[in-house]
């Protein structure tokens, strides 16, 4: 079951983001529910093969909280609508806590669900570990982050694999907006049962706008290029994605 996000007493935010925040809470429990009503009236799910060349809609919601000037609590919500964005795949939500050891470098942990539908697909669930390192040349920010994720499926298979990240912040001259790229690697440790070999999995390469529009919300959106190996067999998903993320403080 997937709760729905409150906003603990005492954490005061404009009214506006406040009401933005609980409208994009409700929609994520929402959607879930719908899409498991509509694949109990349907056939039975099957897990066919994603086509080559789909297209893919990707909605981001992220929440950040500073606790105090070294721990912070950060609230992830990522939706993928997939065959030619007309039905939901998968819910991933991600809360976790960050601590810095410095104004560069920080290390996160905390528990990720991956909720596949149509229902009757394994979904998978388990905790994280991030490394991260984050610095400024001049105008251009950098951000690197060493990923683990152990995911344990509803069908008792079992991945561990490491998601090494890269990117880049570029403003777009004296205007708000910047110009964003990243790569990150998906790298399969331990594989059992999954259909997965080990090693390199796939490989997600984005690009994209964003700017803030008020001190606690910034918005992006872009385009990224997912190449990923099944069975021997080389396919690529072209997404779009939308992002907004919250800073309560």
Known sequence: MTSCLRVPEGWRLPRATATLVCLLSMALCAVPAAAQHHSSSASPARGSATPNGDLWLVNAVGIEYDINPRWAFHFDALMQIDRDVSRLRELEIRPGFEYAY???????A???QYQRYPAGLPSRRGPFE?????????????AGRLRTEQLFYDNGAVLIRTRPLVGVRIPIGDSP????ISDEVFIDLKVDRTGHQTGIHHNKAYAGF???ITSHMRVSAGYELDTFERNGIVRSVNQIRLGVLFKLN
């Not at 410095?102 to 996160?108: Q, R, W």
């Not at 907006?177 to 964003?180: G, Q, R, S, Y």
């Open 102 to 108: 410095t104004p560069n470098l920080a290390i996160a």
């Open 110 to 112: 905390g528990y990720v």
């Open 130 to 142: 991030d490394l991260l390192y984050r610095n400024k040349f001049g105008p251009i920010s950098l």
């Open 177 to 180: 907006w910047e110009f964003a």
């Open 210 to 212: 964003g700017r803030p």
